[in-house]
């Protein structure tokens, strides 16, 4: 079985990535966006950073279609134990309103 090379300078380019992501993380919390957008893009630069780290550090990306098959049944699974807390959650009565 043949290993796939990757050259360092993916290696060293995802590394920039990964800190341009730390610094906008920080630049973030320094910054009070509206409503609930505080943890949207925390969130969403913290989706980012694992996907990098997931895809290249991981080598998930020159992996093959067994693995990609593992991957996405682990999202669907954690989608699903999302949708279920949430729906708990959002019924409850003596929650604050979301946006008020």
Known sequence: MSEHIVQPRIYIGIFLSLMVGTAL???AAFY?????????????IAVIKATLVVLFFMHVRYSGRLVWL???????WLAIMFAITFSDYWTRTWLPPLLG
């Open 25 to 27: 993380t920080v630049l």
């Open 32 to 44: 009070d966006f509206p409503g609930p957008l505080n943890a949207v893009v925390a969130l969403t």
């Open 70 to 76: 593992v991957i996405v049944a682990a999202l669907l």
